[in-house]
């Protein structure tokens, strides 16, 4: 997403905040024991038929719902909308089809249009229908054959891999299995998670898990009163590869072409590395983690010493959001239905799927 590239600060504000606080969660596996439709599974054999699960292509309709309860970016509408507030509002409808790593193609409608991006062995084409735009990227070969066996101690199996999840987290969510699950009109599992601390934001995430194929097909993340906040599902799925054609474009007539660079996939030498090493060691270095579980607080030093005077669209944003203070200094408090978020005059921002006053705390350490 290119304003969240340009943008640092925003990164923090996106829904991957939330969906990496349940990637994150501590869990304990139990089997829901209800008379469902289908056999009873446990939570360790789920995640271990996800692991294992393959098909050889899909075409299907995928419905994204977000209701973050964030406010508008001043300036950002229209033909110019951007991805962030895409993600955090509304419902938007994708089309997408898969036959291989490198033939797969996804339409997201909107009340602008359509985009596709096409990628067709090397050509990766990305098409507008309402700006009658398209841009063309060549592929290199791919240059890296960098030896990256896995580690001693890594797992062995899907099984030991499940075991090994489960019992390395601490027991700070319950996580269930519902049997009584249809999607896209098929029959599926769903791993439930539940908190148990009552101060978390999010109250549950349900993943749906296809009876047939053991894929994905829907996630939802809910906040109080079993609000969605966040939901990503299949409203029509097909597990059959599709036809090669299905990958293949040709620029309608009248459609302005850009040949973009060729893009090489290269090993990184040691020489390369260096720079992007200093940098992920410095901002680890600038990030701590405050609490554990649902309810742990990311606070990280920012880019820039002072991110409210910033100019443009982010610094814009900024002044609409509330003034606030406390022992640990001043800011601007963002609130929304499943996270909240501080950004403090001196340069710092909090984040977590909490409340306001668990970020103060966090920003007083």
Do not use: C
Not at 175 to 190: F, I, K, M, P, Q
Not at 304 to 324: E, H, I, S, W, Y
């Amino acid at each position: 997403m290119r304003i969240l590239a340009s943008k640092p600060a925003l990164r923090w504000l996106a829904p991957a905040v939330v969906v990496g606080a349940v990637a994150t969660t501590s869990l304990v596996a139990a089997s829901a024991q209800a008379d469902k439709s289908l056999p009873p599974i446990s939570a360790q054999q789920l995640l271990v038929d996800l692991q294992q699960s393959k098909i050889d292509g899909l075409s299907g309709t995928v419905i994204q719902e977000a209701d973050l309860g964030l406010p508008a970016i001043p300036g950002v509408g229209g033909e110019d909308n951007s991805e962030l507030t895409s993600l955090i509002s509304g419902t938007h409808t994708l089309r997408v089809r898969y036959a291989a790593p490198d033939k797969a193609r996804v339409a997201v409608f909107s009340s602008l249009g359509e985009t596709d991006t096409i990628t067709n062995g090397k050509d990766v084409w990305i098409w507008s229908y309402k700006g009658q735009k398209a841009t063309h990227r060549t592929l290199g070969e791919h240059a890296d054959k960098t030896n990256r066996s896995a580690p001693a101690d890594a797992p062995q199996t899907p099984q030991e891999a499940a075991q090994k999840f489960l019992d390395a987290i601490t027991p700070s969510t319950t996580v269930s299995t519902d049997a009584s699950v249809t999607v896209a009109g098929r029959e599926a599992y769903e791993l439930v998670l539940d908190p148990n601390d009552d101060d978390a934001l999010v109250k549950q995430v349900r993943i749906a898990v296809d009876n047939a194929t053991r894929q994905p097909l829907r996630v939802q993340v809910f906040a109080a009163n079993k609000q969605l906040v966040l939901g990503v599902g299949y409203k029509q799925v097909s597990f059959t590869r599709p036809d090669d054609a299905e990958f293949e474009f040709n620029a309608p007539p009248g459609t302005t072409v850009t040949e973009a660079p060729k893009v090489e996939h290269k090993a990184p030498s040691a020489k390369d590395r260096q720079p992007v090493e200093k940098k992920a060691a410095a901002a680890k270095e600038q990030t701590k983690i405050v609490g554990t579980g649902w309810t742990s607080v990311v606070v990280r030093q920012l880019d820039g010493a002072d991110p409210t005077a910033a100019n443009g669209q982010l610094g814009a944003f900024l002044d609409r959001l509330p003034k606030v203070s406390g022992s640990w200094g001043t800011g601007r408090l963002l609130t929304g239905t499943a996270f909240s978020a501080v950004v403090t005059d001196d340069g710092r921002i909090a984040v977590g799927s909490v409340e306001p006053d668990l970020l103060y705390a966090a920003l007083s350490k």
